[in-house]
């Protein structure tokens, strides 16, 4: 008889270390689109999509395709020592519908942390600068150099320090709670005067919308007035797209919501429906920073997870998932709004395209954050079979992350639970 659940959680306590925090209880057997199985035939609704990888959904037939054909050819040589077309193509497509008219290269590699790492060592390379400056709340990935750049200390940062010097944090706007993109912008002029020299500043690395610090998307004018400073010191700018890209703000790239065009972009999770694959995409002069054999690795640019990522790359536009994600993110914001009245949990309902998030708070008072509400959704939710994933500085806010190709009658059933969970765990604290 195959292992129970239960059976396994033990083996895996046993096997594996408590660093590597595990969510779910059950273990997955198979999953296909929105839907998810368990090794005890339990089914899911999957809104989590492996925090962000599977726009695509799971299995979906083109990049099935598209990796067995590459299974059959070859899986790895080491882009390095022996080069592939598609690692090229892939390059070219990247370059083309990147926001911004100007010459673009790409380099890829395998994790999120990784390109956000091989961004800064570009932007240094190419500005000859040390310092980075990033945003509180902000998410980089758990790299010395991630974690440096990150802005939240538990679970990320505690007990690893000492992290890479000339890191430097400013508050990310937070209308919500009180923080105005103009804060944010003067913190930057402070930081200027009180801690580094802009003249010694490499990048600033941003998040469009923030992903881990709870779904906050950056103000316009925000983001203006980064590139404004940016330009006015010689720093380059960084969009961090690892988890805004590939259709979730209903844009390909969430930088094409503003007028602003970014030096740098790293790119990875859905980038590849669920194979291992980011990069780093960007001016071209820049990308060309660092010398001959500076950038790569030996798995960096894997020619199934390039396979894969053509499919993707292929289904968004024949899918239409940026239309998609807009439409369903429309019809879950507006499900989110009209249970304000039943929920009064709920402080705010936001974020572009499909990434939505609820951010819960004490009743009446938008600025205590309830996390023991939060959890207590997401609980129920799974409970019900409606994976669910929470994020946010106070751990306060659930994001929604089901795949873009979801078909209707799952994301209705999906939204009916939620619907439920919301009520009822709203009466419980009443
Ligand atoms: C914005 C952002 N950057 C970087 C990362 C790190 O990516 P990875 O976990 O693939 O290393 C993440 C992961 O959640 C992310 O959301």
Known sequence: MSASNADLQQRKNAATPRGV??????????????????????????FAAGIAVTNTGHRHPKIVAALREQLDRFTHTAYQIVPYASYVELAEKVNARAPGKHAKKTAFFTTGAEAVENAIKIARAATGRPGVIAFTGGFHGRTMMGMALTGKVAPYKVG?????????????????????AADSLKALE???????????????????????????????????GLRA????????????????????????????????????????????????????VGRAD???????????????????????????????DSEALCDRAAAFGERLKAKLTALRASVPQIADVRGPGAMIAVEFSKPGAPHEPDAAFTKRVQTRALERGLLLLACGVYSNVIRFLFPLTIEEKVFDEALAILEDVLKETASIAA
């Open 190 to 224: 402070h930081l200027f005067k009180a801690d580094i020299d802009p003249q010694r500043v490499a990048a600033i690395i941003f998040e469009p919308v923030q992903g881990e610090g709870g779904f906050y998307p950056a103000p316009a004018e925000f983001v203006r």
């Open 229 to 280: 400073l940016c330009d006015t010191y010689g720093i380059l700018l960084i969009a961090d797209e690892v988890q805004t890209g590939f259709a979730r703000t209903g844009k390909l790239f969430a930088m094409e919501h503003y007028d602003i065009v970014p030096d740098l972009m790293t790119i990875a999770k859905s980038l590849a429906g669920g194979m291992p694959l980011s990069g780093v």
């Open 160 to 180: 690893f320090g000492p992290f890479p010097s000339d890191v430097f944090h400013a508050p990310f706007p937070n209308p919500l709670h009180g923080v105005t």
């Open 21 to 46: 925090g595990v969510m779910c209880d059950f273990y997955a057997d198979r999953a296909l689109n929105a839907e998810l199985w368990d090794i005890e035939g339990r089914r899911f609704i999957d």
């Open 286 to 316: 820049v990308m060309d920073g660092p010398a001959p054999g500076g950038l790569g690795g030996t798995y960096a640019g894997n020619p199934l997870a390039i396979a894969a990522a053509h499919a993707v790359l292929d289904i968004i």
